[in-house]
């Protein structure tokens, strides 16, 4: 039950650490951390592991995830979704409560953490929905879901339409202080859009969505948030104006955190040129402007984690013509290289602050650093991931774990191979 690795570049912003040096795991905790570690006299006996110099950071926790179970296990299963998910890195994750039936229930709850354990590879925490059967009209046992294992509650894949509905879900969720996770769309403005709305949605002839219809319910619920003193997280922002109110609001010290994905960092809208299905998504792929809006909003501390949102279909929901194909795209096996080539070695970010993003900000958005997670600190429990910087990954059929293989980075050859990942000590991939 000891685990020694020598010889890592240890990062770990929550501690602001950044070095040479050993991590000494005894019983699935950190018991040592640091340029003496390799010494601790505990460490008589342990396995040794050789890092070689390659990066070691806490395991990467995604705050936004599609398993697809119950109800829709031919795209995804708890157990792929894991495998997908350690393969990248990432030791926790954030299921949405959007399954068929969806989770809005304690038995449904109960039902995802069990086939979690049997899987045995990643943490799993599950969302519920901010409303009986994610249908907007009645909210759930908000108090009864969180005690039974739900972290945050959401009715994502749809908005919350109803005001009054929403300031009821702020309030209730403020007592149990845990966030109400927003997909944030106006459906009237909306309407029966598939991709961005702009010159090139006019130029193809498609039906865009506007960046009002996110950003006009942005605005409504941090009026909700600042009104009740809720705790609202917006999921996957895509506009410029979206995080010009966030950053405002935390200037104003409002309850509210954010996430964006890779995909709203690394394309355009000018990807929906080629009329390939893997390039759909909702919030749709926007336009210049908006991404250099993520990029400011990642660099000036804006945006508090990134997610993937990784939402995987079938090829029969892809294969088809753009209007009929459904929207998302996978993303846990390439989150992690994306932000090394486009945030870091671009110089958009610090490596420091670009697995902050990954690791100790998610944990803090969603509470999850009160469990010891996303970090490295004597004590908190063992999950990390184990990176070579200059190892190159080749995103193909081979490379992608996950069951579904809707990504719209198809042939990318990124930086930033997982040589390993450990829960609790446990080596669950590599």
């Known amino acids: 039950m000891a685990l020694l690795v020598n010889n890592a570049r240890l990062l770990d912003p929550a501690q602001n650490c950044d070095g040479p040096g050993s991590l000494l795991v005894l019983d699935g905790r950190v018991a040592d951390i640091g340029a003496g570690a390799g010494a601790d006299p505990r460490a008589a006996g342990a396995e040794v592991l050789d890092a070689g110099g390659k990066l070691l950071c806490p395991g990467l926790i995604d705050l936004h995830v599609h398993f697809r179970e119950p109800g829709q296990t031919g795209k995804e299963t708890i157990e792929t979704g894991s495998r997908a998910a ?41 969302l519920g929905t901010v409303t009986k059967g994610a249908a907007g009209e009645e909210l759930t046992d908000y108090g009864t879901l969180k005690a039974s294992g ?31 996770v927003a997909h944030e769309e106006d459906p009237d403005l909306a309407a029966k859009g598939y991709m961005h709305e702009g010159s090139v949605s006019a130029a193809l002839g498609c039906l865009g969505i506007p960046a009002a219809a996110e950003e006009a319910m942005v605005a409504r619920d941090i009026v909700l948030a600042e009104h009740t003193g809720g705790h609202l997280h917006l999921a996957h922002l895509s506009t410029k104006g979206s995080l010009r109110m966030v950053r405002e609001a935390k200037q104003r010290g409002l309850r509210v955190t954010c996430e964006v994905t890779p995909h709203h960092f690394a394309l355009t809208d000018k990807e ?28 000036d501390g804006t945006v508090d984690a990134i997610a993937t949102d990784h939402a995987p279909h079938g090829w029969d929901e892809k294969e088809c013509e753009l209007v009929k194909a459904a929207f998302g795209v996978i993303g846990l096996e390439t989150a992690l290289p994306l932000t090394l080539e486009l945030l870091v070695n ?11 993003l990954l690791t100790a900000g998610p944990a803090r958005a969603f509470h999850l650093d009160r469990q010891g997670l996303g970090t490295l600190k004597v004590g908190s429990p063992a999950d990390f991931t184990l990176v070579d910087l200059e190892g190159k990954v080749a995103v ?17 050859r990124l930086p930033g191979r997982v040589v390993g990942t450990w829960v609790e000590g446990k080596r669950v991939w590599g």
């Open 150 to 180: 739900c972290v945050a509650f959401s009715d994502d894949g749809l908005p919350v339409i109803s005001a009054a509905i929403m300031r009821r879900a702020l309030e209730y969720t403020s007592w149990l202080d845990v966030p109400i």
């Open 272 to 299: 929906m040129c080629r009329f390939d299905a893997d390039f759909k998504m909702n919030p749709p792929l926007r336009s210049q402007a908006d991404l250099e809006a993520v990029l400011e909003a990642l660099a």
């Open 396 to 412: 193909d059929r081979t490379f992608i774990q996950s069951k579904s293989y809707n990504t719209p980075f198809k042939g990318w």
């Open 346 to 356: 671009r110089k958009v970010l610090s490596l420091h602050r670009a697995i902050e």
């Open 86 to 126: 350690v393969a990248g890195g990432f030791t926790s994750v954030c299921a949405m409560a959007n399954t068929k039936p969806v989770n809005d229930s304690v038995a449904i709850t109960e039902m995802m953490l069990a086939r979690a354990r049997t899987a045995g590879l990643c943490r799993y925490f599950p």
